[in-house]
Structures are given as structure tokens and as C-alpha cells.
T-cell receptor
Framework: DGGITQSPKYLFRKEGQNVTLSCEQN?????MYWYRQDPGQGLRLIYY???????QKGDIAEGYSVSREKKESFPLTVTSAQKNPTAFYLC??????????FGSGTRLTVV | KNEVEQSPQNLTAQEGEFITINCSYSVGISALHWLQQHPGGGIVSLFMLSSGKKKHGRLIATINIQEKHSSLHITASHPRDSAVYICAVREGTSGSRLTFGEGTQLTVNP
């Protein structure tokens, strides 16, 4: 079955460390997205990519970086510059005029 | 003011009740999505609407483009319907990105 795989499900990071969240899709979708969810708030867009080797900043890109070297993969790096990284991170993909598919999320905690 | 507003924020119902969740938005859109998020965090897409009404099982979604309003209805609610329901819009000029409401926490008691 096609879908999106996010890993790991839970991630713990020490302050000052970079950490990379994985997102892989086998749906042949062109567009991929990273969202952040905090308690009591709607999902907010971090970065998105509509084509391989191209990506755009979303509303809260500071302290994050991405790459899109393959259509299937859109990893997100949470850098030490992100001041409040503890959150739930969701990856999604879409194809023109079709709905979205979401991953199961990664819960990142800074310890 | 958020571009996408949902009401109510929290909703508690008894099993079997008819449930309505509302979504209002302030921008021009090309599509509206209703999503379901279970306690584990994963999100499932329920509906994508650009006009009219869609039905899937006990779920019905409607949209009124002129009034910039959509509703999600659940008939004969069941405890397994307990989840967060999220409205999201794809703005007409923003390509494929979505803007999300804050979600409605639904609890259905047996």
C-alpha cells in the first residue's frame, strides 16, 4: 500500500544538537510538506517542496532546514538555532487536484 | 483573527447523537479539507471539497462558497469517532499549501 513513512515516532534531543526527521513517500506525489503542531494551535507550515531540488520556506522556517534530492524523500533537520523545538512534526504530500496524505508524525522532545 | 476558524473548540456527545462541527474562513479558496487526528497524532484525510456536499458512511461534509463556511456532520455518533477534527483550506493563490484551523476535540461517550 502507498503512503508516507515518518521516522522515528519519538525522538529525544539534547540542547545544542541538530537532529534530522525522516519522511518518505511512495505515492509518486510531487509536493511534500513539513508542519509543526503545538498544543492548542493549528498546524503551521515549516517548509514545502513542489518539485525535486526545489523548496520554499513556510511560515516558521527559522531554525529548520530541508533537502529534496529525491521525489520520495523530504528530510527535515531541526538545528540548534531553533529555540523551542519540542513539538509534534507532521510530514504530508499531495498531487495536483488530489487530497493530501499525512504521515503518522514524529514527537520531538528536547532534554 | 485566524484565517480559518472552527467551532466549537470542544464537543462532548452521547453515543447516537447527531454532531455538527463548523468551519469559517476569510480568504478565497480552491478547496477545503476535513481531517481527523487520533490521539496517536496521525492525520487522516476525510474529505476534500470545492463545492456542494460529500458523504462517506456516517460522515457528511458541506460547503457554501458564497458564505465561506463549511460543516462536518456525523450521524449516529460512536465512541470511536472521538478525535480532533481539523478544517484546512487551500488558498486560491497559494498553490498547494494549506492553512489549518485549530481543530475541534470531539468526545463521544457510550
Amino acid at each position: 500500500d502507498g503512503g508516507i513513512t515518518q521516522s522515528p515516532k519519538y525522538l529525544f534531543r539534547k540542547e545544542g544538537q541538530n537532529v534530522t526527521l525522516s519522511c518518505e513517500q511512495n505515492l509518486n506525489h510531487d509536493a511534500m510538506y513539513w508542519y509543526r503542531q503545538d498544543p492548542g494551535q493549528g498546524l503551521r507550515l515549516i517548509y514545502y517542496s513542489q518539485i525535486v531540488n526545489d523548496f520554499q520556506k513556510g511560515d516558521i522556517a527559522e531554525g529548520y532546514s530541508v533537502s529534496r534530492e529525491k521525489k520520495e524523500s523530504f528530510p527535515l533537520t531541526v538545528t540548534s538555532a531553533q529555540k523551542n523545538p519540542t513539538a509534534f512534526y507532521l510530514c504530508a504530500s499531495s498531487r495536483q487536484d488530489y487530497g493530501y496524505t499525512f504521515g503518522s508524525g514524529t514527537r520531538l522532545t528536547v532534554v | 483573527k485566524n484565517e480559518v476558524e472552527q467551532s466549537p473548540q470542544n464537543l462532548t456527545a452521547q453515543e447516537g447523537e447527531f454532531i455538527t462541527i463548523n468551519c469559517s474562513y476569510s480568504v478565497g479558496i480552491s478547496a477545503l479539507h476535513w481531517l481527523q487526528q487520533h490521539p496517536g497524532g496521525g492525520i487522516v484525510s476525510l474529505f476534500m471539497l470545492s463545492s456542494g456536499k460529500k458523504k462517506h458512511g456516517r460522515l457528511i461534509a458541506t460547503i457554501n462558497i458564497q458564505e465561506k463556511h463549511s460543516s462536518l456532520h456525523i450521524t449516529a455518533s460512536h465512541p470511536r469517532d472521538s478525535a480532533v477534527y481539523i478544517c484546512a483550506v487551500r488558498e486560491g493563490t497559494s498553490g498547494s499549501r494549506l492553512t489549518f484551523g485549530e481543530g475541534t476535540q470531539l468526545t463521544v461517550n457510550p
